[in-house]
């Protein structure tokens, strides 16, 4: 089960990235399904007990993706998506920028450009994803409030909707 599944989080501080790399029990298809469809994001795109939910999502060069994280008390995190490349099935590039519900941005925060690439392996997916800030500062606030474990329990989430796919 997803135990055995692949999970690389590295920081490279000298060029201001986080990579991460993970395995998906799931075929291509349904993985880029999984990243880039509002209705299956929504289901896994936040760390439990978070809920997602999005307000716009448009997955076109140029598009956004404007969405929130609902804490159990109800408290709402917005964040916005800018997707700059689509390379259907293989890469995409997006912005993200931490921001109130009508996707003006969070001046304390820059952004994190997202670089996600999907490569089949037999009956498995690799996600492999490069994420850069503008300074090292930005990189290791962002690690200090939780990416990591953020991150992590988001792609377990992502696991069990494949899982229940497949009974």
């Given amino acids: 089960m997803g135990n055995n599944l692949v999970m690389n989080f590295s920081v490279d501080k000298e060029n201001k990235k986080v990579n991460i790399t993970r395995e998906f029990d799931a075929p291509l298809s349904d993985v880029w399904s999984a990243w880039t469809r509002q ?5 896994w795109w936040a760390p439990a007990p978070f809920k997602s939910e999005t307000k716009i999502m448009e997955f076109k060069e140029g598009g956004k993706r ?20 689509i390379s259907p099935k293989t890469n995409f590039k997006h912005s993200t920028t931490f921001c109130d519900a009508e996707g003006n ?63």
């Fill in 39 to 43: 209705e299956i994001l929504d289901q």
């Fill in 66 to 85: 404007l969405y929130t994280m609902v804490g159990p008390d109800g408290q709402k995190r917005w964040s916005c998506f800018e997707y700059s490349s």
């Fill in 105 to 167: 941005p969070n001046s304390e925060f820059g952004s994190s450009y997202w670089d996600i690439s999907f490569i089949e392996k037999g009956d498995l997916t690799l996600v492999d994803i490069t994420i850069k800030r503008d300074s090292l500062e930005e990189l290791e606030k962002i690690i200090e409030m939780g990416f990591k474990e953020g991150i992590t329990a988001t792609m377990e989430s992502l696991d069990k909707i494949f899982e229940d796919k497949k009974k």
